[in-house]
């Protein structure tokens, strides 16, 4: 193979909350998208990313540019890629469905259980993404992917004769709030 190219164009958003002792610390929720492009030329690879998934072909373009010019003498083949295929994890309670202000509740009901006597200090931190991933590739793969990943975690600190310790868990995983069930 002389030449080939592949193209990973992803778009999400991301929300994150943070609880501080009870008072709200930080709440955001934003866009994210961007490509990743890479291209084999001449043995080697070049390799260009894009926070603009607009104008690809240039950014192949310039991905074969930069493999051309390193110009490795090895021979380089690649693997026969199996065809694929596009996946959506289903989500059975979306976090979509639940407001900000909802979302904060719940963090506060997660971060009011580490309150036992004892506990100085504590901190929750919610987070949620959901992304879709495109893959396309000069052999005609077209894929896409769809995911949301929800993670929580709390850390508290406990005092006791002038002694301090802390802790901290977390919970991760991919779908939607679902994964909360059994916490």
Avoid: C, H
């Amino acid at each position: 193979m002389s030449e080939f190219y592949d193209v990973r164009v992803l778009k999400g958003s991301r929300t994150r909350i943070v609880l501080d002792n009870g008072r709200l610390e930080e709440i955001a929720e934003a866009p994210f998208q961007g490509a990743a492009i890479r291209a084999l030329a001449k043995n080697a690879w070049g390799f260009v990313t894009t926070d603009s998934p607009d104008s690809l072909n240039d950014k192949i373009d310039l991905a074969r540019s930069i493999a051309r010019k390193i110009d490795r003498k090895e021979g380089l083949t690649l693997a026969e890629a199996p065809a694929g295929k596009s996946i959506k994890i289903p989500v059975k309670k979306n976090p979509r469905d639940l407001s900000l202000e909802e979302k904060v509740e719940l963090l506060r009901e997660i971060e009011n259980a580490a309150k036992v006597p004892g506990v100085t200090s504590t901190q929750a931190v919610y987070s949620e993404v959901e992304s879709s991933v495109n893959y396309t590739s000069s052999e005609g793969l077209d894929l896409e992917s769809e995911m949301t990943r929800m993670a929580f975690v709390i850390s508290a600190v406990a005092s006791r004769d002038g002694m301090f310790q802390s802790s901290a868990e977390g919970r991760s995983g991919i779908g939607g709030l679902e994964f909360l069930d059994d916490e």
